[in-house]
């Protein structure tokens, strides 16, 4: 068996450890707003309910191992001592990943991941509409575990009303665990769908994504293309210049095709294909080539 002294490895290999073998995890999306009033949105996986009497979530947003810098959510969370925990299901994974991507303060996460704002009851910060479950909490209690890269900050939540959608919930009114089809975190870049098993999602960029809000209107109303496409679509650094698109179609030949029968359906279907397959890139450049 290998045997590890926390002290005698580095904080990262430690926190690998630590994320490959205790998990799934839930997901707390955190919605809140800064002292200015502006929205913030991002998920955390440190995060479960430990009380029912009062009701209480806590989840930790941690300093960062790499520079220890901290996220706007825990800056809120101490200011402002409101949140709303939205749960993480399959059908928002992909908009979910985008949004932990490190925009700057003041940018609105909710249009970068293409998520609706719904307002809330009870607190300030907003809802996500598109989550299957929402918690309006009262901050309770910050607690700081330390001042070292890769501290803990225990933000200490009380529900003061919840949400779920009737799409999830059984014939007695209760939360049926199939339809809620919730999503968890696991080591690296694997998650865990409760209905089925294990599945991977890469990383957002280092860089920063154009975000949901970016893809133009024709698409973004589209009738095949999914929240987790858009997900994807929005998780590139730029898109692509007409000469890389005039390339692509020369060297795609059925993707050539396809543009020439003018039919929006079949060519959506083609990129969401490129999409599951991992080639947003190509993706886009099928979505674009009309245009040009």
Not at 135 to 140: A, H, Q, V
Request: glycine share 8%; aromatic share 8%; hydrophobic share 40%.
């Amino acid at each position: 068996m290998l045997s590890i002294d926390p002290k005698e490895i580095s904080t990262g290999k430690t926190h690998q450890y630590l994320l490959g073998a205790v998990g799934p995890r839930p997901i707390a999306f955190a919605s809140t707003l800064d002292e200015q009033g502006r929205p913030n949105l991002s998920p955390f996986s440190f995060f479960n309910v430990f009380s029912a009497n009062p009701p209480i979530l806590v989840f930790s947003p941690a300093r960062r191992g790499r520079d220890n810098t901290v996220k706007h959510t825990y800056l809120n969370a101490k200011a402002t001592r409101e949140v709303v925990i939205n749960i993480v299901n399959f059908d928002m994974v992909q908009q979910m990943s985008l949004s932990s991507t490190e925009y700057d303060a003041g940018v609105n996460e909710f249009e970068k991941a293409g998520f609706t704002m719904l307002k809330s009851d009870k607190v300030k910060p907003f809802r996500v509409a598109e989550s299957p479950a929402q918690f309006e909490c009262k901050i309770n209690e910050v607690i700081e575990l330390g001042e070292e890269g890769g501290a803990g900050n225990l933000v200490i939540c009380e529900v003061v009303k919840m949400h779920f959608l009737e799409s999830i919930l059984d014939e007695t009114g209760g939360i049926d665990q199939h339809k809620i089809d919730q999503v968890a975190r696991m080591g690296g870049n694997w998650y865990s769908r409760a209905n089925m098993g294990m599945f991977e999602v890469p990383k957002p960029l280092s860089t920063l994504g154009i975000g949901v809000d970016s893809i133009p209107r024709e698409i973004r109303e589209s009738t095949i293309l999914t929240g987790n496409d858009y997900g994807k679509l929005g998780n590139v650094e730029a898109l692509p210049t007409e000469e890389e698109i005039s390339v692509f179609l020369k060297e795609e030949e059925n993707a050539a095709s396809l543009l020439q029968t003018g039919d929006t359906e079949k060519l959506h279907l083609a990129a969401q294909k490129y999409l599951e397959n991992n080639e947003p890139a190509k993706a886009w450049k099928l979505l674009l080539a009309k245009q040009f």
